[in-house]
């Protein structure tokens, strides 16, 4: 499968704003009314997000109120299927701004480009919206903690989009690791090893019919359109994307940090919020094509109790333990090894102790929103917080990419948001500029 075709972007948004808490209510296949119904927007609506929209638009106790896309085309499709589906027409609009001031919406839903997280999260967060937000949170270091200091501020439910924090098997898993079945932990892995495609090299051209492309590059740079740079392959790009590290990595990461989390708990230990280090090494050693970040990279964080690695090789067709993208933990006692659709516990001598399976909803999707949705009811934190879950996964991701830009490995200091003794590197920590109107906003003023 081509990779333009197997990794398809889309940016939804749904918005949502409860004040407080909604009443809880039993489904049973039967609609609640109006009033009970959680009020959304989505915004960014192909790809994995035309995958987010069908998701909530199907859920008995969601109303889809507004669609949001740059691209007119997908717009209009979209608006029509919801409608078709759900027997309500939705608003389409380009620009989510208009969906946040309406103060009848309870929630936003983000499928957009990485270059597109932080602002739209931040801006919700604002106006009393809480926000489901596809992966990484934010394009780098800086948006990523702005993206927590606004929930926090504001106490929003923020969930981010690594859904397999809700799959029932995976946290089977964890309760596995939890229990001390490893023995002493001090290792896990992660990778990502599945053959894609060349970009190529197409030339820059007009954007298409109907496409906002101004409003799409946002805070990013005023380059010429084209259409590596667009839809879907935006994410192989510095000014739009984090690269596989970011795209599929951070699911990858998500789960081994967890296992990790799970195995040093049940010897009595903690893993640390932040490595003590992060050190990238990699490049373009395959592709001969439009990409900008590396399509072979070894990452490695450094915990001070602990070390997490991930290996990523887009061009290779060859798996590890199995699974073309997964994670293990290793003991001494013991390892798992974590994948997509299953898990499976060995002892000594490789000896297969425990498998499960994810059954037939690999995706769990439709949990992830359903945990949501509950917790903006409850307002207890969702399965993949964007604080205490989200946040620390996804920096994994950003601090990888500055050490590999950087050349260097690079101690991370939390407190002052720098890499210590590394000025030079800080410049990695956001981007150079944002470009008008869309600003950053600094801490203190979330």
Known sequence: MDRRDFLKASTAALGLSLAGAVPAISLGGVRPPPSERIQ???????????????TF????????????????SILDQRVSEVKDGTRQRPEGIADFRRALDDKSIDALVLGTPDH??????????????????????????LESFTMVAAARKHQRIVQ??????????????????????????????????QKQGSLGRPADREPPPGVDYDL??????????????????????????????GNDGV?????????????????GEKLARYPLSASAQGGKYYFDDAQEWPDTLIATFDYGNCLLS?????????????????AAVYGDKGHVVLSNSDWKAYGEGGKLLHQSSGGSNLDHTEAHARDFLDCMRSRKRP???????????????????????????????????TFRGDSDASQYLTRPRYREPWRLPAMAEV
């Open 40 to 54: 959304v927007a989505v915004a960014g609506v192909r790809g994995r997000g035309n995958n987010l929209l069908r």
């Open 57 to 72: 638009a199907d859920l008995e106790d969601v109303d889809v109120r507004y669609v949001c896309d740059v691209d007119g």
């Open 116 to 141: 597109w997280h932080a602002i739209p999260t931040i801006l919700a967060c604002q106006a009393g919206k809480d926000v489901y937000t596809e992966k990484p949170d934010g394009h780098n270091v």
């Open 160 to 193: 981010l989009g690594t859904q397999t924090r809700s799959a029932p098997f995976m946290k089977e898993a964890i309760e596995y690791i939890r229990k001390g079945s490893l023995g002493k932990v001090r290792y896990a892995t992660s990778w990502e090893s």
């Open 216 to 245: 799409w590059l946002g805070p990013a740079p005023k380059r010429p359109f084209n259409p590596l740079r667009f839809h879907g392959n935006w994410r192989w790009f510095f000014d739009y994307g984090t690269g596989d590290l």
């Open 251 to 267: 699911h990858r990461l998500d789960y081994a940090r967890w296992a990790l989390e799970a195995a040093l708990e049940a010897q």
């Open 310 to 326: 991930y290996e990523l090789r887009i061009w290779s067709p060859y798996p590890l333990h199995g699974a073309g993208e997964g």
């Open 383 to 417: 399965a993949a917080d964007l604080e205490t879950v989200g946040h620390p996964s996804s920096l994994l991701c950003h601090l990888g990419n500055a050490s590999w830009r950087s050349r260097r490995t690079l101690s991370f200091d939390p407190e002052s948001l």
